[in-house]
């Protein structure tokens, strides 16, 4: 019974970690993009904007139901993956926007971000390398 109850707790501790693992916002390093708040990241990947800092973007997110798209969701939009589709759901049926492209994983994300100055995506932090230019990290 111990043994289960122990079990139990470290499993709980590791989830939980994951759960609070920290989001990098990423661009190429080509980009002009050197950093950015919270707002900026939002209202890009919300199509209320196309640029942050003057440069031109093009926002990549993560899978549905990714631990990163959750986070990034959660402390960037501010919103459940439920809002996210019901806002995307109403922008595509009146025709005044189109969701970001979805990727699959972190390094997709990067690979892409990597190759295309006007990219920006996002990643847990512990996978960030020289290939990608973080501008924010939450």
Known sequence: ?????????????????????DIAIIVSPASGVSTANTEDVARVFLGKSKEIAGAAT???????????????NEKILH???????AYWSKLIFTG????????????????QVAADPKAIGYIDAAAVDASVKVILKM
Do not use: H, W, Y
Not at 65 to 70: F, L, T
């Open 1 to 21: 019974m111990l043994n289960l109850r122990t079990t139990a707790i470290v499993a709980g501790l590791l989830l939980s970690s994951s759960v609070l693992a």
């Open 58 to 72: 093009l926002p990549l997110d993560q899978a549905e139901g990714s631990p990163a798209r959750e986070q990034f």
């Open 79 to 85: 919103k459940s993956q439920a809002q996210v589709k």
């Open 96 to 111: 005044k926007g189109t969701p970001p492209k979805d990727v699959a994983g972190d390094d997709a994300v990067k690979a």
